[in-house]
């Protein structure tokens, strides 16, 4: 009984770990994106378009940093 415990146990610190992983990419892309539209909003748009994409770029950084 104790090897199939510490073989769940196992596998859900592994599962944890991949988990952990996977959030710290997407908030790496969440940033990343936000960067990108930070820059492509500076070039020649409008002021409502730029308003636009700064408020997304707000709003990515936000779920970046949950």
Same mark, same amino acid.
């Given at each position: 009984?104790?090897?199939?415990?510490? *073989?769940? /146990?196992? $596998?859900?610190?592994?599962?944890?770990?991949? !988990?952990?992983?996977?959030? !710290?990419?997407?908030?790496?892309?969440?940033?990343?994106?936000? *960067?990108?539209?930070? /820059?492509?909003?500076?070039?020649?748009?409008?002021? +409502? /378009?730029?308003?636009? !994409?700064?408020? +997304? +770029?707000?709003?990515? $950084?936000?779920?970046?940093?949950?």
């Amino acid at each position: 009984m104790g090897e199939k415990s510490d *073989a769940k /146990t196992q $596998r859900l610190r592994r599962e944890r770990d991949e !988990a952990e992983h996977e959030g !710290a990419i997407a908030k790496r892309l969440l940033n990343c994106a936000a *960067a990108e539209i930070e /820059t492509l909003a500076d070039a020649d748009c409008e002021e +409502a /378009t730029k308003k636009q !994409a700064l408020d +997304a +770029a707000r709003r990515f $950084r936000a779920a970046a940093s949950r």
